[in-house]
């Protein structure tokens, strides 16, 4: 190939598109890939043609899971099996994360992000801590680790 043609070829190749190119805002995008995050877990909880099909978009086959607990990792392996796998050992019922925790600062949607989500199996006391690292808006990798916990209710008092 020629190098016009070499070229020519690399810009006209499709170029990958980054969803959150728009976003400028650091607590915005954290909010973003937080959902991107939950919906990525919610897909994979869920049986049937239409999750797996959407599971497929929103996971790349590369993508990394893990799962540790006590003193032992757990590589899940990569791309949507290994996040129905993930959703499956954490058998959430709830999740969490943290919201904005002082002024926006500037922020690039496109760069590499990671988002921390705590997901809740409130039935057996579980709680699955998991970070999302994204680079380009797209899931790189979801890794945490599990262990019990203990909840309970203070009293509040009189005002």
């Known amino acids: 190939m020629t190098p016009a043609l070499l070229t020519l070829a690399l810009v006209s190749a499709p170029q990958p598109v980054c969803e959150f190119a728009a976003i400028n805002d650091v607590w915005k995008l954290q909010a973003q890939l937080s959902q991107r995050a939950v919906e ?4 994979a909880a869920q049986p049937g043609p239409d999750a797996e099909r959407k599971l497929k978009i929103l996971v790349p086959a590369k993508a990394e899971f893990g799962l540790g607990g006590g003193d032992v990792g757990r590589p899940l392996g990569n791309g949507p099996k290994a996040a129905q796998a993930l959703a499956r050992l954490m ?69």
């Open 40 to 43: 990525i877990i919610r897909e």
């Open 91 to 159: 058998n959430a019922d709830s999740y969490r994360f943290m919201g904005q925790a002082g002024p926006g600062m500037p922020a690039d949607g496109c760069a590499a992000a990671e988002v921390e989500i705590e997901f809740l199996n409130t039935r057996e006391q579980w709680s699955s801590k998991v970070r999302f690292r994204f680079e380009a808006g797209k899931l790189v990798s979801a890794r945490g680790w599990q262990q019990g916990y203990s909840a309970g209710t203070l009293p509040i008092p009189p005002q």
